[in-house]
């Protein structure tokens, strides 16, 4: 039968939690986001050039978790995938939202869809994803503003026109959580298909009072119009849960720094029914593609996003002042409606010019960003939780403390060529222009309107050599930057209307080497100067400090692919070192210097097969430090297990353990304050079926 061709001018990868019929890109066309794949490794990318790229000629770090690793590990969350990544650090986010580190670089805001911006806070699901795609260091050339530190790329997953696929699945772990999904592919026609993904999840865990669900469904239709391909993709995403900002700290000894308290691992810091958090956003993209010449491709997509959040909480504002001592207390409510219009439009153009092979990208940005925001603080019937005797307060909330509005405009133009001297040299070149407009009123009291236009510049280098076609050695240089209006831009202050954008570069040197076709190890020096810089304040939940130039250094290390063809294997060690540049006491928030993570798994048989991980932090500051006093996280090693399985071609069984030697630990935080304490040893139990 005919296989469809998407929007993206490729085709459905394998997805082993619905069985999908099995599809590949075709090569040398235009590809939006896509990528082929080989069990754990990932052969391509378009992410980090926006053309289709083998990962080998991509000069930066980039880590691929493709669909058949986040279902063998059974992840359900952004935070879940980023545990296995080193040199990523996963942040509480206040219990509402996906938050992360990447090289010392905090973000609520660096997520994208296909590669366009996914721009608003909240918990992103994996049920409609074929992979997720970590870039490490800045991409302003291809993702504009932000990106500092890297991006999370999630690939959704797309329909194909060879066979009718439907698939289920159902699991349930030993907290009480459990989730069903679906995932049915349909050929409408030789030239059409229709795929729908849904899902539904019961949230649950060990913490007292948690609970939750979430709702998701994902209709994408696609056809093959000939010279033009068309995907209309549309989301509806519904999630409720309760806000849960984890443990305080606690005082050690007079000028050494504070620790997350211990004892209370399941304890809740808020007020039950108050501590809430709800979205519902509806998205939808359209992707277009063509092939205007030979050799000349141009693509488009167009997203849409409209998405009601709010948050409630009480939480520890506080140390505790003793092990059974009190504990104070703050809260707020912070409602946000947010509108998103993007579109983004790319030129592809490879030409030879004599022995010099080039692939040329020409793209332009548009997008148009409309936020409301508002918040109230609470009052408190008691204003500190005592420990010895938990009682919790009532909350009732008063004023408005924040009323904003804002829009932002933003224009990009970018240009990129990959120069190809021959078989042995590489050279990738490009320069962005990015223009950033910001208007906003705060409306407490006498509205004051804010305003602030930037236009920036932003280039990227990369040199490789390959002495043989599966070994790659490159050095790269790129830039990228962050308006004063932040990760949200809900408000500037007067004095931030003033100052000019954060700046970050990124120095790197690597290699890559495909030992087999499915075996990959890589190595990357890195660098990631930040100018300009501000950060939260670890006192003071709704301001930010300035700290100057910070540095962050480090070493990563990956290996990915088949051992042996029954032993897959994803892995890696990062070390870093992230201060402030000129004083090493001030070190930056949420950055371990060790990591370590390794996934294995075995199949013995067609039949039965086992996984095995292992994930490594050593300690690390939950605040940029400032004082001696500073909350540090304390390291710690955790053991994940998995046995899978194959009851018949139409039924898979698995089970996977987290924490298989029940670990007491710290998993991420927030501040000082917000500390989540990891899961105790959990199992889930997954059963899939396919039709």
Known sequence: MKKLLLASAALALPSTSAWASEAEAED?????????????????????????????????TITVVTRERLDDQAQRSIADVLRYVPGTTVGQGEGNRDQITLRGQNTTADFFLDGVRDDVQYYRSLYNIERVEILKGPFALIFGRGGSGG????????????????????????????????????????????????????????????????????????VDLGQWKLGLS???????????????????????????????????????????????????????????????????????????????????????????????????????????????????????LGSIGNKVLLGLE???????????????????????????????????????????????????????????????????????????????????????????????????????????????????????????????????????????????????????????????????????????????????????ETRTKGIELALTGRITPKWQVSGGYTYQDAKLRGNGFVRLAQVPEHQFALWNRYDFNDSVGAGLGVVHQSSQFAAIRTSATTTRLPGFTRVDAALFFTASEKLQFQVNVENLLDEEYFSDAHNNNNITPGAPINARFTAKVKF
């Open 151 to 222: 991006i999370i790329n999630r690939v959704q997953k797309t329909p194909t026109a060879e066979a009718l696929a439907v698939g289920g699945t159902a699991s349930v772990n030993s907290f009480g959580a459990w989730d069903v999904s679906t995932d049915i592919n349909a050929p409408i026609s030789g030239n059409a298909a229709f795929r729908l993904n849904a899902t539904y999840e019961n949230l649950d865990n060990h913490r007292d009072f948690f609970d939750g669900e979430r709702y998701a469904i994902n209709p994408y239709l696609a």
């Open 366 to 548: 548009y997008g148009d960003q409309d936020s409301i925001n508002q918040r109230r603080n609470g009052t408190l019937s008691s204003g500190t939780l005592n420990l010895a005797n938990i009682v919790y307060p009532t909350v009732t909330f008063g004023a408005l403390a924040r009323n904003s509005e804002s829009n932002v405009q933003f224009f990009s133009a970018y240009a990129q060529d990959q120069i190809s001297f021959g078989d042995h040299v590489d050279l990738v070149v490009g320069l962005r222009y990015d223009r950033f407009e910001i208007e906003g009123t705060d409306l407490i009291g006498t509205p004051r309107p804010f305003a602030r236009t930037d236009d920036k510049v932003s280039p990227r280098i990369g040199l490789i050599v390959k002495p043989q076609e599966n070994i790659s050695i490159y050095g790269s240089y790129s830039q990228s930057f962050l308006p004063r209006s932040g990760d949200q831009f809900l408000t500037m202050s007067a004095t931030q209307q003033n100052l000019a954008p954060e700046k970050f570069t990124n120095y790197e040197v690597g290699a890559k080497w495909d030992i087999r076709p499915d075996l990959n190890v890589t190595l990357a020096l890195f660098q990631l100067d930040r100018t300009n810089a501000t950060t939260p304040d670890p006192n003071n939940v709704t301001a930010t400090i300035n700290v100057g």
């Open 234 to 352: 549309y989301e509806y995403v519904n999630d409720d849960r309760v806000t849960d900002r984890g443990v305080p700290s606690i005082a050690t000894a007079p000028g050494q720094p504070n620790r997350p308290i211990t004892g209370y691992r399941d304890t809740f810091f808020g007020t039950p029914g108050v501590n809430r958090a709800g979205l519902e956003a509806h998205i939808v993209k359209a992707r277009l593609d063509g092939e205007l010449a030979e050799n000349l491709n141009w693509s488009t997509t167009v997203l849409y996003g409209d998405y009601d959040k709010y948050y409630t909480n009480v939480f520890a504002n506080g140390a505790a002042t003793g092990q059974t001592g009190t504990v104070a207390l703050s809260s707020y409510t912070d409602p946000t409606k947010r509108k998103n219009f993007i579109a983004q439009s790319n030129l592809v153009w490879d030409v030879d």
């Open 28 to 60: 040398g066309r235009t590809i939006i986001v896509t990528g082929k794949a080989d069990g754990y490794l990932a052969v391509d990318s378009v992410t980090a050039t926006k053309t289709d790229t083998p990962l080998n000629d991509v000069p930066q």
